[in-house]
């Protein structure tokens, strides 16, 4: 009785895992198309400190192993602007950087990932402008805010900007994000991996850097609105605070599925959904907040309890079954 009872609970815990943890894990489909003009790869250059698809701005140095944006200096700026506008409509771009510094609790400030219209505009964002027009995902070591809606640092954000909201550094952007979460990406002694997805107005932020070859999710969110025609950018800055942030790969696919009766040039960028500024303390298991991990926790323990309570309707069901079987017989032999 009790094995194959058993044996169905495993076989419950499988199908979940096997069904659905393929969602967590960003899978390299062979119809990808590897966009060349927009990545950067080691060697960077044949010779001197330039690099041939990208323009670099401020304090940014070439090295044979890394593009260091600031180093762990104060007062820092720099960025790398790539040269040619990105033509597809739904996309992937993976990219593997290392902020590491001195500093034990003080450091900062971070730094942004760009798909924008505003290229090559130093400013106060990370190293580049504010109220700008497209998307900026902002690795935010330090905390600027200490008010109710703060979160833990560092904290990854993502914002779309019509070129009318201000970027406000006091709450760490918390107004106008459209989701976030906390990543201890920094100082890490191993690498540690973005991948950001755009693809049929869904975008999924997804991080790796425990060291284990795994995508975590970060940011998912549907009814997001990007043109073609921006630039890929990564910016970076240092204020009183400090750090190295270096980048050391930037690869990016071009995505199937685009829809031929989109003009996606003209699109405006736009989100659906903003992240309401309270949820930040009061929600961190959130099934959104906490991406597809805490969810799958949740749907885990779900599906456990049906099964567990499944099974103790059947034993209960057939101790009475087999209890009134026995009545009966008593009753008529
Ligand atoms: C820009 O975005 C804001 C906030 O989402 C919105 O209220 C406004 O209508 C947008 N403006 C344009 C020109 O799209
Ligand atoms: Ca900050």
């Known amino acids: 009785m009790a094995a194959p009872r058993m044996i169905l609970l495993f076989g419950t815990i499988h199908m979940v895992f096997v069904h659905f943890y393929p969602f967590v894990v960003c899978q390299d489909n062979p119809a990808d198309y590897f966009k060349r003009e927009h990545s950067l790869m080691r060697p960077y250059t044949g010779s001197g400190a330039s690099l041939p698809m990208w323009d670099m701005q401020g ?3 070439i090295t044979n192993n890394y593009v260091r944006l ?11 602007w790539n040269k040619v506008p990105n033509r597809s409509p739904n996309w992937e771009i993976h990219i593997e950087f290392n902020v590491h510094g001195q500093g034990k609790t003080l450091f900062g400030d ?19 402008k504010d109220y700008h027009t497209g998307l900026g995902i902002y690795f935010d070591t330090y905390s600027n805010h200490n008010g109710p809606h703060n979160h833990p640092h560092p904290y990854i954000s993502a914002q779309i900007n019509n070129g009318t909201m201000h970027y406000d550094h006091d709450r760490d952007g918390t107004h106008t994000e459209i989701a976030g979460c906390h990543s201890p990406f920094r100082n890490r002694d191993h690498e540690t ?13 997804m991080t790796d850097i425990d060291g284990k070859a795994e995508w975590k999710t970060c940011i998912d969110v549907d009814g997001i609105k990007l043109p073609t025609g921006y630039y890929f950018g990564i910016s970076a800055t240092t204020g009183q605070l400090a750090d190295n942030h270096d980048i050391i790969s930037v690869k990016t696919y071009e995505l199937e599925g685009a829809d031929k009766s989109v003009d996606y040039a003209s699109l405006n960028p736009s989100a659906d959904f903003f992240s309401p500024p309270r949820d930040h303390i009061d929600d961190p298991g959130g099934a959104f907040r906490g991406g597809w991990t805490m969810s799958l926790k949740n749907m885990f323990l779900l599906i456990f309890c049906c099964v567990l309570g499944f099974f103790v309707c059947l034993i209960v069901g057939v101790l009475i079954f087999q209890k009134r079987q026995e009545y009966n017989r008593k009753r008529f032999y």
Request: net charge positive.
């Open 110 to 128: 971070g730094f942004a990932v760009w798909y924008t219209k505003d290229r090559m505009q130093m400013g106060p964002v990370f190293g580049s």
């Open 59 to 61: 304090h940014t140095m």
């Open 70 to 80: 600031t180093p762990d200096r104060q007062s820092r700026q720099g960025a790398i």
């Open 193 to 205: 991996h973005v991948a950001i997805r755009y693809l049929g107005g869904r975008l999924a932020i």
